[in-house]
């Protein structure tokens, strides 16, 4: 049903594309099928979807959720473009601490699937930039936190983001590694 | 969490119009549009199993669609930018509605979604360019994927000359999907 299951940098982390189909209506384009189980050997269901329309500049990350609470991801971005970036939590994976990065937009009509125990974000690139989430548990506001944007090895393509306050105040590396949610 | 989405029935048995909760702040806009406990009160037990999204051209007519047993599905819509008349026909024969149509406006300014089960037919009508977003709680099966025409159903579209697929102008009408009762068990009910 995608067009390519690429594996990322991340172990775990994957590039999907979707099939697009056009006509004289306009086109559709597929984002979820859960034949991702088999194909890549992940077992979840999706329980919650949102999405988030960002200005141009914003950042909004890094996130994740904590055991028992923690979950696979899925972002694909509908309208616009942004710089996706991801960093590994697990203390015992093979590439632990490793950040990457790379754009996914409504051209390019990519999508990135993200195992529990990463941390997640995203810088807009466009104005507005739409992006749409599926994840594999609800919202736990009590097991939600994240990580400092400017302390996860990403180089931002903006020095000078729109950050919420909650953003701002997001703790360390070193701060997240010695919780050991994951090891 | 559980009232987080406002709800209330439409004219089908079993239809729903469900609010998306929105928070806005100096960054844009935060949109929740799917969560499984808010569905299981609503007395859904609606298995996220396939999504897909379109942009459509402001006159298309997209549908109506169903899929038949035993790949019939439950359909959740939203309209994410721009504006579409919604419409839904009841093909189940025991349905206190069976053989009746229903429409909603679902646009990007009242963030609102439709939820339909099994044996509905559903289509839309794009007021304005629209991207739409469709999940079902089963996958495509093309053997099994059905429809009905949209302009023999009774539904009244807000225009009179809209833009259709090939595929969608030979579709049939309700009448042979109702006395086939296709849509019979309890279950559909």
Sequence with gaps: MFKEYKPLEIDGCYELTS?????HRGVLTKIWHSEI?????????IQESYYS???????????????PHDQYKLVCCLKGEIQDAMIDLREGSPTSQKSIDLVISSTKKNLVLIPPGIAHGFLSLSDPAVVLYMASTTYAPDHDT??????????WKNDNPIISAKDKELPKLQEVLNQKFWD | MTDIFQYKPLALDGCYEIQQRVMEDERGMFVKVFHTEIYNKIGVDFNFAESYYSFSKKNVIRGLHFQLPP???????????GKIQDAMVDLRRNSTTSGKNASVILDDQQRNMALMPPGIAHGFLALEESI???????????????????????????????????KDKTLPTIQGFL????FNSPANN
């Design chain 1, 146 to 155: 994240g990580l400092h944007w400017q302390d996860c090895n990403v180089n």
């Design chain 2, 71 to 81: 790949h019939e599905h439950y359909k959740m819509i939203y309209c994410l930018q």
């Design chain 2, 179 to 182: 006395q086939d009762k296709l």
């Design chain 1, 19 to 23: 099939n697009s189909f056009s006509d």
């Design chain 1, 53 to 67: 329309t960002s200005k141009l500049g914003v950042l909004r990350g890094m996130h994740f959720q904590i055991p």
């Design chain 1, 37 to 45: 189980y088999d194909k890549l050997g992940v077992n979840f269901k």
């Design chain 2, 132 to 166: 739409i977003v469709c999940v079902t709680s089963t996958v495509y099966a093309p053997e099994h994927d059905s429809g009905v025409h949209s302009q023999k159903c009774g539904i009244q579209w807000q225009i009179d000359n809209p833009i259709l697929s090939d």
